[in-house]
């Protein structure tokens, strides 16, 4: 089989593999669509996972399964299926522990792209599948579907981090296409007013949408003396994380009321240490709760979420601004996620 793969850190290309082999509980899928994501650019160029060679990348799609185990028992040939970014070993501690993002060694549920071929791939092997696979629902399009693999779980982990209330005001710092899933997910959870910090104009266009009420540019300043000069100098309730550097991190401390809560899904890549300003956090004692995970994954997580999309209540078609169709085009589609022009929130694309 083909698949588009990190040669090694800052190189990528088309290479050829031997067809992955299924496993008694596994499946195999091939892709209905894929989707680009910031983070296979920090894997590819950042070297964000350390050095890999030949690895396929990707990890956000759906597809058609072509073969199971003979241990599967609630998916078939021919199943269209959601496939979650993270497939975790569901009967490892870590997952008995309620963590099983970290099955088998933190962040170790993150199998594509990372420990093994990702999903730029004419054919996907799923761990798991009874565990991991969804049924994709008839009236989503792989497009929509591609974006429940990450962007939706992730997005909304963020809101769950950061343990969002009816009333709350949230402040989301980073509106890329995971920023807007928890813009999207505060709201769902009763937020009365949510501060969104970003530049994009389609990514504001589209955090209004979901609904943002307020919105700060990073670029005018320190976030944290925006945030506070817009809510009397009190702080936001809760703040989620999904954008920005090291340093942004500080203006979440800052921007929260005491007695508030963080929930960080940004992936933090420089540097040794992440600082936490002392008087912010209230000398040690402002009951400043700081949180950050890996997106959980696994089946019932995508069926959850999927309903959303189902019943109305969630619409992911504005994160797909630029839809392209047949392999030729993922080169040109992870470039531009790497190069994040003006109109770009989400590249697709769609395997004809
Ligand atoms: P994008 O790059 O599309 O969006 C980043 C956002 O952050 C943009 O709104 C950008 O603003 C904003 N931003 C950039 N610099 C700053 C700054 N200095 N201060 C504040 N905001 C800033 O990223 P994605 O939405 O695709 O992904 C967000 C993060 O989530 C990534 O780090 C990604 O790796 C991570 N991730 C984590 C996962 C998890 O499981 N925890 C899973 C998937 C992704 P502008 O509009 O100006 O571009
Ligand atoms: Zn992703």
């Not at 589209?206 to 702080?235: C, H, W």
């Not at 500080?250 to 040794?272: F, P, S, W």
């Not at 959850?304 to 994160?319: E, F, H, M, Y």
Request: with cysteine; glycine share 14%.
């Amino acid at each position: 089989m083909k698949g588009y793969a990190m040669l090694k850190i800052g190189e990528s290309g088309w290479i050829e593999k031997e067809n992955p082999v299924c496993g008694p509980a596994d499946a195999i899928v091939k892709p209905l669509a894929v989707s680009i994501c910031t983070s296979d650019v920090h894997t590819l160029w950042e070297g964000a996972i350390g050095e890999r060679h030949n690895m396929i990348l990707g990890h956000e799609g759906c597809g058609e399964i072509v073969e199971v185990g003979e241990l599967v028992k609630d998916f078939k040939p021919g199943d269209r299926v959601l496939i979650p970014a993270i497939t975790p070993d569901w009967n490892s501690l870590e997952a008995q522990a309620g963590y099983s993002m970290h099955s088998g060694g933190m962040l170790a549920g993150w199998k594509f792209s990372n420990f093994k071929d990702g999903v730029f791939s004419e054919l996907i092997h799923v761990n798991d599948a009874d565990g991991n696979l969804a049924l994709m629902p008839a009236d989503m399009s792989p497009v929509d579907a591609c974006m429940l693999s990450d962007m939706v779980t992730t997005g909304f982990h963020g809101v769950e981090l950061a343990d969002v209330q009816f009333g709350d005001s949230v402040l989301v710092i980073g509106i890329g296409p995971v920023g807007l899933m928890s813009v999207a997910g505060a709201n769902l959870r009763g937020a009365s007013r949510i501060i969104a910090v970003g530049t994009r104009p389609k990514c504001v266009e589209a955090a209004r949408g979901y609904g943002a009420t307020d919105f700060v540019s990073y670029k005018d300043g320190p976030i944290a003396d925006q945030v506070l000069a817009m809510t009397n100098g009190e702080g936001v309730d809760r703040v989620i994380v999904a954008g920005g550097g090291c340093d942004t991190f500080q203006d979440a401390v800052k921007a929260l009321k005491a007695g508030g809560k963080i929930g960080n899904v940004n992936y933090l890549g420089d540097g040794e240490f992440v600082t936490i300003p002392r008087v912010e956090w209230g000398v040690g004692m402002g009951h400043k709760d700081i949180r950050g995970g890996l997106t959980p994954g696994g089946r019932l997580r995508m069926e959850k979420l999927a309903t959303l999309i189902s019943s109305g209540r969630l619409d992911v078609s504005p994160l797909a601004s630029h839809v392209f169709h047949g392999w030729e085009h993922i080169e040109e589609a992870l470039f531009m996620m790497r190069d994040k022009p003006a109109d770009l929130i989400k590249p697709v694309v769609v395997i004809d």
